[in-house]
């Protein structure tokens, strides 16, 4: 197995035939993505955001399932801390399931999901604009269903996604959400994410070290997933990537909750990740990581170099001069990579987890 990508753009990953060659080449295309984005996509961005804020929405509802609706948890952070705008994550089931019709006028109602098709998510959205609200999608497809029926619309540009678990489409959400919030403060967020194509290649470029992380965790029979802040979003996505590729049951907390109880859990067996940004949040999780040490945890960080020469193992991350609410772009890669190398190691294949479709049909 390549430890880099080779130069053919066919196998990108370099995996040939093996398994997750599909996620592998995938990931690769995050460097790539992410500036296509800048230079692309952000003139449209803005212009979105302009309209919607000229409107002066005073709520936003998130709407999303799986990795869309981590990435919705992102926005919500961005939201409440850049333009201290109230926002909920919606319950879908009350509007399809029970028929629920509350008031949404000068509501913005934001629905993200990569394929746009789900019917949970297109029911809801066409019934919030019936009643109301502003509605914009986010996906990685201008023609879905989800896409018709919403007033506005964001591509994420981040081309066909083949294979099971989402990598690309996760990064390029949050992304292009950061430049929509960005655009409603009336401000261009693109100077500040400009270095992250350079960072996320720099990062990927680090595999085989993930690969020898990976082997320390190939036998995990749980692990535990825990930040704050900004960070909070990349657990629960590292969560769900670790547990649809290799079946290992993950548990996600934002460190305050870990604290009220299921700190009682952990020992010195199941590992424990902890996602530690550079800034607020990072600072906010420090009396957590100091009692996971107390237990004697196996604390695996992904943050700073400091953070991870105070752990069991780890992951530095490049976060000097990146600003706190960007470095979940950057967390989640070698998190996408540890859950893709634990898999092959345990023998099974990224590109195809059991049980699963591309597009999940919710109603």
Known sequence: MSATPPADPADPGGQGDEPGRIMSGEMAEQPAM????????APRIREVAAEIAARKPRFVL?????????????????????????????SMSTTTAYGARPDLRDVLVVTVSQSGGSPDLVASTRAAREAGAVTLAVTNNPDSALAAVSEYHIDILAGPEKALPATKTYT????????????????DGTAAAAGLPDLAGAILGRRAEVRALA????????????????????????????????????LSYSGADLLHGPLAMVDNISPVIAVVTDGRGGEALQP?????RGRGADLFVVGPKAQVEAASAGFSLPT???????QPILEILPLQMLAYEVTIARGQDPDAPRALAKVTETR
């Not at 992410?34 to 996509?41: D, K, N, T, V």
């Not at 990435?71 to 333009?83: F, H, P, S």
């Not at 000097?320 to 960007?326: D, I, K, Q, Y």
């Open 288 to 292: 957590v990581l100091d009692r996971l």
């Open 62 to 90: 998130l709407t999303a399932r799986g990795t869309s609706d981590n990435a919705a948890l992102y926005a919500k952070y961005l939201l409440e801390i850049r333009l201290g705008l109230p926002c909920g994550l919606a």
């Open 34 to 41: 992410l500036r296509r984005i800048l230079e692309e996509g």
């Open 215 to 250: 082997s320390r965790y190939r036998f995990a029979e749980r692990m535990v997933i825990t930040s704050r802040g900004y960070g909070y979003p990349t657990a629960k996505e590292a969560a769900l990537k670790l547990m649809e590729t290799s079946y290992i049951p993950a």
């Open 320 to 326: 000097a001069g990146v600003p706190e609410e960007l």
């Open 172 to 187: 390029a959400s949050l992304l292009s959400l950061y430049l929509f919030v960005e655009g409603l403060r009336g401000t």
